[in-house]
């Protein structure tokens, strides 16, 4: 997939929803796992935050590529 179509596809509205959802599912569980410790003692700092961040970005972009993926297929078969 060339990026250009990764990037039509991460502003499709039909394709956002089901990626939030991935987002917030598997980037909560994620979140939890990596930084749920250090965020009930306290002691997240702005790097930990920032990879909480990134937590959530990561399934996002996987999501959207997957569903992208999936929709070519499905025009070319």
Same mark, same amino acid.
């Given at each position: !997939?060339? *990026?250009?179509?990764? *990037?039509? $596809?991460?502003?499709?509205? +039909? @394709? !956002?929803?089901?990626? @939030?959802? #991935? ?8 979140f939890t796992i990596n930084h749920g410790s250090v965020l009930l003692k306290g002691q997240m700092?702005? +790097? ?5 961040? @990134?937590?959530?970005? #990561?399934?996002?972009? #996987?999501? @959207? /590529?997957?569903? $992208? #993926?999936?929709?070519? /297929?499905?025009?070319?078969?």
């Amino acid at each position: !997939m060339k *990026l250009k179509d990764f *990037l039509l $596809c991460a502003i499709d509205r +039909e @394709l !956002m929803p089901r990626a @939030l959802k #991935v987002s917030l599912l598997v980037g909560s569980i994620l979140f939890t796992i990596n930084h749920g410790s250090v965020l009930l003692k306290g002691q997240m700092t702005r +790097e930990r935050w920032i990879a909480g961040l @990134l937590t959530y970005i #990561v399934p996002y972009g #996987v999501s @959207l /590529h997957g569903q $992208c #993926v999936s929709r070519s /297929h499905n025009k070319i078969s």
